[in-house]
């Protein structure tokens, strides 16, 4: 089950910039508490980067520079947001999951409407860009379910390349946050590491092919279809957090 929902989870990373709509449900419906299946998650998340980094060498030829530069700002950001979750009591994150799950879900449902109304510039040394790019790495590092919108959508107005070749540096700088948290979580966390392998190897697996459904099948109907089980799966957990 991990390994199918790992598979799925890296391949809807890459294509439609989310994941943990799909892994984080099924880790909670194996009995690991919110927490923990959110620090377990991140921990195996380390391996979509670096499957969808394997995957992607056509777009990111020539964006190592690029890429080393924002990921230095999102591995930092990722360490602030996994302090934060580490040093808050865990049924603070238990009632705020739901609205951070709700409310990405929409973000994700209207990521095409925000992009045309976003500036596209060059200009990735801005310090109003770096700023975001940094606070949204923070979100990665806390939770992340649809950080990848949130980090597509900066980058876009920050790297003016094909959506592909922009979709392929979220996915590296992203898998830098999820590293830094990784560390985090590693040495202070509560993860379940038997755990990790099955759902980290379907992360390796769908981050690889990812990038390849990504350059032919139209994100979309992606993304609708995740959007609206994200905002069922946050009335869902909503009524627990809450009754």
Not at 25 to 32: F, I, K, S, W
Not at 224 to 243: E, N, T
């Amino acid at each position: 089950m991990l390994l199918a929902a790992g598979t799925l989870g890296g391949i809807f990373s890459t294509v439609v910039s989310i994941a943990s709509l799909v892994t984080y449900p099924v880790l909670l419906a194996l009995g690991v508490p919110p927490l923990s299946a959110n620090m377990t998650n991140t921990v195996s998340l380390v391996l979509t980067g670096a499957g969808s980094v394997a995957g992607s060498g056509p777009e990111l030829q020539g964006q190592g520079r690029r890429v080393l530069r924002l990921g230095i700002i999102t591995a930092l950001g990722g360490a602030v947001g996994a302090t934060v979750l580490l040093l808050t009591p865990a049924s603070t994150f238990t009632v705020v999951v739901p609205v951070l799950i709700a409310a990405a879900s929409l973000v994700l449902l209207v990521q095409p409407r925000i992009k045309r109304l976003s500036p596209t510039a060059d200009g990735g040394n801005r310090p109003g860009q770096g700023v975001a790019l940094f606070a949204v790495a923070i979100y990665v590092g806390y939770f992340g379910a649809a950080a990848g919108v949130m980090l597509l959508v900066v980058l876009s107005m920050m790297i003016r390349e094909s959506l592909v070749k922009v979709n392929a540096v979220k996915n590296a700088v992203s898998g830098m946050a999820n590293a830094m948290a990784t560390v985090c979580f590693a040495l202070f966390g509560d993860v379940r590491w038997a755990l990790v392998a099955p759902l980290a190897a379907g992360f390796l697996v769908g981050g690889w092919v990812g990038p390849k459904i990504a350059r032919k099948v139209p994100a979309g109907p992606f993304r609708v279809i995740v959007s609206l089980c994200g905002v069922g799966l946050a009335v869902k957990l909503g009524i627990s957090a809450y009754h």
